[in-house]
């Protein structure tokens, strides 16, 4: 299968703590993405990462991509409690125009 | 499983025409319907959140009267987009939320539309 597996189904933190949420996957891709979607919402797309590069930042989101791992992971400094949220990582295939999403990881920052 | 089946997969169009693209549910009744657009291998980009019966909800920088959402149905929304020019040719997509026992809400995604724009 080329969905995405994430890791952990759910992170439950405090106000403030770091949330760390990571993205396997099984093919060669182009880039990867991160979206968030709120309750009965949209997804909101966060930030792409290419294949050819390991980091990226933008505010308080950190994204990581190992390529010979095949995972990726997103890191969200100092957490706020609207940061509570599920999180998806998406890969684009190689080639491709796809867009295989992950089972998503379900974040809930504690006031 | 649900199905959401999207009409047309893919029209070419002349520039100034309006183009309208259908998102049906096809065996649940969808609360919300969400529209997307997509450029090559880039990221979906939410468009608008549509709720039946109600004006959609549009995010910003996208266009209310540019692209016109109506959802007149659990089973329907439609996205029209007005006087269609080159750089409105991308990948629509819309999908479809329903809640599940349990009370999970689920998105469930058509096939997309491709627009080419002349």
Known sequence: SQQGEEDPQALSIQEGENATMNCSYKTSINNLQWYRQNSGRGLVHLILIRSNEREKHSGRLRVTLDTSKKSSSLLITASRAADTASYFCATAEAGANNLFFGTGTRLTVIP | ?118
């Not at chain 2, 499983?1 to 047309?8: E, F, I, L, M, R």
């Not at chain 2, 309006?18 to 649940?28: A, G, H, P, Q, Y």
């Not at chain 2, 529209?35 to 979906?44: I, T």
């Not at chain 2, 266009?63 to 040719?89: G, M, R, W, Y």
């Open chain 2, 1 to 118: 499983g649900a199905v959401v089946s999207q009409h047309p997969s893919w029209v070419i169009c002349k520039s100034g025409t309006s183009v309208k693209i259908e998102c049906r549910s096809l065996d649940f009744q969808a609360t919300t319907m969400f529209w997307y657009r997509q450029f090559p291998k880039q990221s979906l980009m939410l468009m608008a959140t549509s709720n039946e019966g109600s004006k959609a909800t549009y995010e910003q920088g996208v266009e209310k009267d540019k692209f016109l959402i109506n959802h007149a149905s659990l089973t329907l929304s439609t996205l029209t987009v007005t006087s269609a020019h080159p750089e409105d040719s991308s990948f629509y997509i819309c999908s479809a939320s329903t809640r599940l026992a349990g009370g999970m809400d689920t998105q469930y995604f058509g096939p997309g539309t491709r627009l080419t724009v002349l």
